[in-house]
């Protein structure tokens, strides 16, 4: 099949790359939901891999404009929605804007072929919330489960690269006062750390971007300070763990 990916996080849109071209699908990339409207109006493709949280126009929107375009074609393309973590009401709005199914991230093979099954066969029921639950009952019990060594050595060094970068770019959106970004920055950092096993700064990223949402200066600080230390403790870990020998 020809999927399209909509997904603006660097090490996830890789992830979801490696396992769709290894399941023999060609895969088209987007960054955001005008991306993902002009690709697959120049050439539709059978399924769509949907972030929800992308800049400049959203999943949600995205998914909206599409079914809205759809309308009198004959023509509905299969939606799976991508989130980071599983939040009470986003499958519900997932449903509402169109789309057919819902997986947290990182994402896992077989979860996200069986998704695929789902979405692409039509007697079977849409939106099963099974793949969703599956996600968030089984642990991540290191970098290595469910995901080949190949592509964790290819990630690695991507994800030291982004962290950095991200903690660079909260600093400078806290002494802006952007907290808009700083919220966008700290979603943004968590979806990068999620496949390392890396739940404490997994936890504080999200701490720093509830700050962020109530505009908390001094609480954004702290949590800031503490964040970028337990990125470097993971970075040094992933560097042990996935660099190869």
Not at 46 to 62: C, E, Q, T, Y
Not at 78 to 93: F, N, W
Request: aromatic share 2%.
């Amino acid at each position: 099949m020809r999927i399209l990916v909509a997904e603006d996080n660097a090490i996830n849109r890789e992830l979801v790359k490696h396992i769709l071209t290894q399941l023999g699908h060609t895969v088209v990339l987007a960054h955001n939901g005008r991306e993902v409207l002009e690709k697959h109006s120049a050439q539709p493709c059978d399924l769509i891999l949907m972030d929800l949280w992308m800049p400049d126009m959203d999943g949600l929107a995205a998914c909206t404009h599409l079914r809205e375009r759809e309308i009198g074609t004959g023509r509905r393309t299969p939606i799976i929605a991508l989130t980071a973590h599983s939040v009470k009401g986003d499958r519900d709005a997932c449903l509402a804007a169109g789309m057919d199914d819902y997986l947290t991230k990182p994402v896992r093979r077989d979860i996200l072929t069986d998704a695929i099954r789902r979405a692409t066969t039509p007697s079977t029921p849409s939106a099963a919330p099974a793949s969703a639950n599956a996600a968030a009952a089984k642990p991540l019990l290191g970098p290595w489960e469910g995901v080949d060594a190949e592509i964790l050595y290819k990630l690695a060094p991507m994800m030291v690269e982004s962290t950095n970068t991200s903690v660079s770019d909260l600093r400078a959106a806290l002494a802006a006062g952007d907290w808009h970004r700083l919220q966008r920055e700290a979603h943004s950092l968590k979806g990068s750390l999620g496949l390392f096993h890396a739940p404490t700064v997994v936890s504080t990223a999200k701490k720093l971007e509830d700050a962020a949402k109530v505009r908390d200066t001094s609480l954004a600080k702290e949590i800031l300070e503490n964040l970028a230390s337990e990125v470097l403790v993971v970075q040094e870990e992933v560097r042990a763990r996935c660099t190869k020998t």
